[in-house]
């Protein structure tokens, strides 16, 4: 019987010690040990279908300027300042060199910013890129990037905030093209907008993937694998950007005491259910394991989107791990367990 309670003291000492363990891995090194294709496939259909779509801000029109000319860009600039538009953001990070006559031109007035293509400095753009090409965060640590003064944000009190990306396929924001025809000028629909022009492709090139400035983001359905392909230009991302500072709309990220105990209380009601409804049969209690395992991935995938509906993020990468290796530990003591029972 003493036997049985240490083994049952063992079970949820060790359960407790790998997911603190795992989780201060996790914590301080940048690095994926074991993920689940199932678990992203969940996660990301769960919240494709419950997610509740952003408020639409039609204050916010993005052109596309293609490979016009310097000289071209500088007349359309001038025509869209004539509708009185709140503020006009120019990002031709996609140029192989610097505009110095257009920044030149608008130097003095505050209505045009353009963005910085270097990574830190005044007009900077804010979101951060990941080594992987993959953009979910913007900077606010300083007010002068490129997107905060667009959007006259300053901070909230946080170094950087989680992006609140907008649907892809359905953004609410107007895309058009400058060219010659002029049939994007219309003054009544331009008056007080926030006019974005950048890259958003172009009839010579006719690929996403051309230039460097498109990113993956998490709308992609291969976010978070090793070949995702980009997916939004540049000005989208500082689109989505500034309709989220406009809407108010921010994402918190949950206290990591929180995310913590969470990721403690799925491994220790893994083990206690892996304890309490084991049988005699090894084949029986082998299937029960993988059921309980394919169950709490759903179940954390599903309280992920749960809690992003209330604007909370909820990081819980590395319960596939902690589960895995609470798993395979719980069932292979449990094997033991008759055995030293009946010897005890």
């Given amino acids: 019987m003493k036997l049985i309670f240490?083994?049952?003291?063992?079970k949820y000492v060790v359960t407790i010690g790998f997911t603190i363990g795992i989780v201060l891995v996790y914590q301080f090194v940048d690095v994926s040990f074991f993920s689940l294709d199932w678990q992203r496939t969940v996660r990301i259909s769960l919240f494709n279908r419950l997610r509740v779509e952003p408020r639409p801000d039609h204050s916010i029109i993005v052109f596309n300027a293609g490979t016009m000319h310097e000289l071209d860009l500088q007349n359309?600039?001038?025509s869209l300042l004539l509708t009185e538009p709140r503020?006009?953001?120019?990002?031709?990070?996609?140029?192989?060199?610097?505009?110095?006559?257009?920044?030149?031109?608008?130097r003095s007035d505050d209505r045009v910013v353009f963005a910085s293509c270097r990574d830190t400095g005044v007009n900077s753009l804010a979101f951060q890129v990941d080594e992987n090409n993959e953009v979910t965060h913007f900077k606010t640590d300083q007010p002068d990037y490129f997107e905060l003064k667009l959007a006259d944000?300053?901070?909230?009190?946080?170094?950087?905030?989680?992006?609140?990306?907008?649907?892809?396929?359905?953004?609410?924001?107007?895309?058009?093209?400058?060219?010659?025809?002029?049939?994007?000028?219309?003054?009544?629909?331009?008056?007080?907008?926030?006019?974005?022009?950048?890259?958003?492709?172009?009839?010579?090139?006719?690929?996403?993937?051309?230039?460097?400035?498109?990113?993956?983001?998490?709308?992609?359905?291969?976010?978070?694998?090793?070949?995702?392909?980009?997916?939004?230009?540049?000005i989208e991302i500082s689109a989505h950007i500034i309709r989220a500072i406009n809407q108010g709309e921010f994402i918190n990220e949950v206290h990591p005491l929180i995310r913590g105990l969470t990721l403690l209380g799925f491994c220790i009601l893994q083990?206690?259910?892996?304890?309490?409804?084991?049988?005699?049969?090894?084949?029986?209690?082998?299937?029960?394991?993988a059921i309980l395992f394919m169950l709490f991935t759903f179940l954390s995938s599903a309280l992920i989107v749960f809690v992003f509906a209330y604007d909370y993020y909820l990081n819980l990468d590395e319960l596939s791990l902690v589960l895995l290796v609470v798993t395979v530990f719980t069932v292979g003591l449990n094997l033991f367990q008759p055995h030293s029972q009946k010897a005890a």
């Fill in 76 to 78: 359309k600039i001038d």
């Fill in 87 to 106: 503020k006009i953001g120019v990002n031709l990070c996609h140029w192989d060199k610097i505009p110095v006559g257009l920044l030149n031109r608008y």
């Fill in 271 to 289: 083990v206690v259910l892996l304890t309490f409804i084991k049988t005699r049969k090894t084949l029986i209690n082998l299937c029960i394991a």
């Fill in 153 to 234: 944000f300053y901070t909230r009190g946080n170094d950087q905030e989680r992006i609140y990306y907008g649907p892809k396929l359905h953004y609410p924001i107007s895309i058009g093209e400058l060219n010659d025809s002029y049939h994007w000028f219309n003054p009544e629909g331009l008056y007080d907008k926030t006019i974005l022009i950048g890259y958003l492709g172009d009839y010579v090139t006719d690929s996403i993937y051309y230039y460097t400035n498109c990113r993956v983001t998490p709308l992609n359905e291969d976010f978070g694998k090793e070949e995702d392909l980009p997916d939004m230009y540049d």
């Fill in 6 to 10: 240490n083994n049952q003291i063992t």
